[in-house]
């Protein structure tokens, strides 16, 4: 027996109750719970706003849709961040997509910014990292570097006339698609296995892809810690990870920070060891890359 | 209707939705195909392959814009970030119209990312006839409705789907994408007769119709667009391409996406129809279209024939 609930009476109250039973956690089970967390009845809930039929009651009829939207979450979700899956593993990964989508719902009409939130939230969900926190968190780190990279603007390049015209007042622009990161661990190789192998799975869950997933964990749990510094850019638009001295990061990060030319050289190098006299070359070599790259622009 | 003022004055014939496994063999192969339907949702982004691969598609094709997150029945506002992006793709695209759902999938500015059934309530036609008159004027292109397929009904509905449906596009005073497998499949869901909604839905507003395939389970249908085209799909297009003409026809196939050859060819089977329609638009013989379909399309699979039986058509 559950307690009846009143019916709608606006389309407003109608959409707000229904995205509530439809965005409301599964089971572990995959259905829709009977009752919610905060106690209140699905059931009645079902009731009060789905007609049943001849083959469906209204909770069957409306936990079609509370399984469809957390499948289809949960599929993007998966194929954002196969990187961090392979380091938590599947079940750890499972427990913590589902934290997060519920604490973080879609707020965008793209699913392509699903993930947005998901650094900033392990600052509160630490407990979601795994045995390997942080291992798991530059993974995520990265592979939002990557969504970000992969499909940012590419704006015109800076000509060489006023690329040649810069002092140290002059405050560079970057394109928008780069991003620059210091890591704890060499992720980048890690991730770029993990594509390469689910780029040739037909299905994330046949046989194959599970043995590789176990593999995965194997190999992660062996990963040591190496302080890298890498830029994740893209170059005729595929996605690459161009590893960075940290005089590099630190040029680029206070350059991405809007700070004047003279200002970022000399906080990239401020604790830097390398030598005064090797300072000009280094400065000119790494100019003259990340031109080449189309990385400043107008 | 083949051309109207809901879809361009334009005859587009028969399209595939272009979808990324088959980028390479379109890109290519260059094969011959009417045009492409976009998810415009897809290509709503500043960079990188998805424009490039576009740009190279629109240069060669014609391309037709279908969103799946507008939810023109969401009591919420419009998203101006979405409005923007939109119409800056349609000037990308030239698309002659514009498509998205009868539906709606946000509230207070969460996005479920699903196409949810609207009740049908005079309130609701109001607050979705009023959103797309807006995307309409924004972006300055016809902008056409499609019905869903649907799980569930509810109480607080007033008039039929295809009441609603009609409804809408008269206030909005837009046009109609039409999918008959969407009719389908919620006919089967909700025991109606499909062909008593295709029969009512004003024919003159018909822009594009969808055809896809579904998934049956024991106790309803699922959209699912991994599969061909079944007969009784076919024969309800056959209907709509009746009553409508030859209108552009485009297919969906979504999942288990098998190859390019394979999914157009399956769309090039509204052809039949389509000839025979237009044949039979002079004199409007009512059976022409149904009547010249090659008979292995038209007749019910077994498990067609399970599901009539057991869905208790009125």
């Known amino acids: 027996m559950t307690e009846p609930s009143s019916s709608p009476t606006s389309l407003l109250e109608v959409q707000r109750r229904m995205a509530a039973a439809v965005m409301h956690p599964l089971t572990r089970q995959e259905n829709m719970p009977r009752r919610r967390r905060d106690g209140a009845s699905n059931i009645a809930e079902a009731e009060a706003i789905i007609r049943p039929n001849d083959r469906l009651s209204s909770f069957e009829r409306l936990e079609i849709y509370n399984r469809q939207y957390w499948y289809r979450l949960f599929s993007c979700f998966e194929e954002d961040f196969p990187g961090l899956q392979a380091i938590l593993g599947r079940a750890k990964f499972d427990r913590l997509m589902r934290a997060y989508l519920t604490d973080c719902p879609s707020e965008s009409f793209s699913l392509r910014n699903l993930g947005s939130r998901l650094d900033a939230w392990f600052d509160q969900h630490p407990e979601h990292l795994g045995p390997h926190p942080v291992l798991a968190r530059d993974m995520a780190r990265l592979e939002w570097a990557h969504i970000e990279a992969f499909d940012s603007e590419e704006r015109a390049r800076l000509s060489a006339q006023k690329l040649a015209a810069i002092d140290e007042h002059s405050r560079l622009h970057l394109q928008p698609y780069l991003r620059v990161l210091a890591l704890s661990y060499p992720v980048d190789d890690l991730l770029l296995q993990v594509r390469n192998e689910d780029g040739s799975a037909t299905s994330s869950t046949n046989n194959a892809s599970s043995t590789r997933k176990r593999h995965h964990v194997r190999h992660v749990a062996a990963l040591a810690p190496k302080a890298i510094h890498i830029a994740v850019h893209r170059l005729e638009n595929s996605v690459w990870y161009k590893p960075l001295s940290p005089e590099e990061f630190h040029l680029l990060s206070a350059l991405l920070d809007g700070k004047p030319l003279g200002d970022s050289i000399d906080l990239a190098l401020s604790t830097s060891p390398l030598p005064e006299d090797q300072r000009p070359a280094f400065l000119q070599e790494a100019f003259a890359n990340w031109a080449m790259l189309g990385w400043f622009t107008s | ?314």
């Open chain 2, 1 to 314: 209707m083949p051309a109207n003022r809901f879809n361009g004055f334009t005859d587009y014939g028969v399209g595939i939705g272009l979808r990324i496994p088959h980028y390479q063999h379109i890109l290519s192969r260059k094969p011959v195909v009417d045009w492409f339907e976009i998810i415009s949702e897809n290509y709503m982004v500043d960079g990188g392959r998805p424009l490039e691969v576009l740009d190279q598609i629109i240069e060669q094709y014609k391309i037709v814009q279908h969103g799946v997150s507008m939810y023109f029945g969401s009591v919420d506002p419009l998203s101006r970030e979405h409005l923007k992006r939109l119409k800056q793709l349609v000037r990308r695209t030239h698309t002659p119209w514009l498509s998205d759902h009868l539906c709606w999938g946000s509230v207070d500015g969460r996005y479920t990312h699903d196409l949810l059934p609207m009740p049908y309530t005079w309130e609701a036609v109001e607050v979705t006839a009023q959103k797309i008159r807006q995307v309409q004027d924004f972006t300055e292109v016809p902008v056409v409705v499609e019905n869903v397929s649907s799980y569930a009904e509810f109480h607080a509905s007033e008039m039929t789907e295809w009441e609603f449906l009609t409804e809408v596009v008269e206030r909005a005073d837009c046009g109609i994408l039409l999918d008959v497998n969407n009719i389908y499949v919620s006919s089967k869901n909700h025991s109606f007769d499909p062909f008593e909604y295709v029969n009512f839905v004003p024919a003159h507003r018909v822009a594009q119709i969808h055809i896809a395939g579904h998934s049956k389970f024991e106790k309803y249908i699922l959209d699912t667009h991994d599969h061909p085209v079944l007969p009784a799909v076919w024969r309800l297009y056959a209907r709509a391409i009746e009553r409508c003409g030859p209108t552009a026809t485009l297919l969906e196939w979504d999942d288990n996406i098998p190859s390019f050859e394979e999914v157009h060819a399956e769309a090039l089977k509204a052809n039949k129809f389509l000839k025979a329609a237009a044949e039979a638009a002079p004199t409007r013989n009512s059976l022409a279209a149904i009547q010249s379909a090659p008979k292995s399309m038209l007749e019910p699979t077994l498990s067609d024939s399970a599901l009539l039986e057991s869905g208790s058509a009125r």
